[in-house]
């Protein structure tokens, strides 16, 4: 898995379809493929609230850091 450093989401509501572009830690990129304005926001909200990001390039997975149980923010 490869930290994730910046990202960016473009949207095209008419066609319910839309991308997250990834700029990864080793220098390489990726971009995910979003087809509904649920999993955009969803998307959006995890990747600017959470400390520590990862995409599996092999299982095309974003995964958040490790973190405890009820530590959500007040």
């Given amino acids: 898995m490869i930290k994730v450093e910046k990202f960016s989401i473009s949207y095209r ?4 379809a839309g991308t997250i572009h990834l700029a990864l830690a080793d220098g390489s990129g990726a971009d995910i493929v979003i087809d509904s304005p ?3 926001s969803f998307m959006w909200n995890l990747l600017r609230t959470e400390d520590e990001v990862y995409y599996d ?5 974003i995964t958040c850091g490790m973190e405890n149980v009820g ?4």
Avoid: I, Q, T, V
Avoid at 13 to 16: Q, T, W
Avoid at 71 to 74: E, F, L, Q
């Fill in 38 to 40: 649920a999993e955009a």
């Fill in 13 to 16: 509501p008419n066609e319910d």
């Fill in 57 to 61: 390039a092999r299982h095309d997975l």
């Fill in 71 to 74: 530590s959500a923010d007040d």
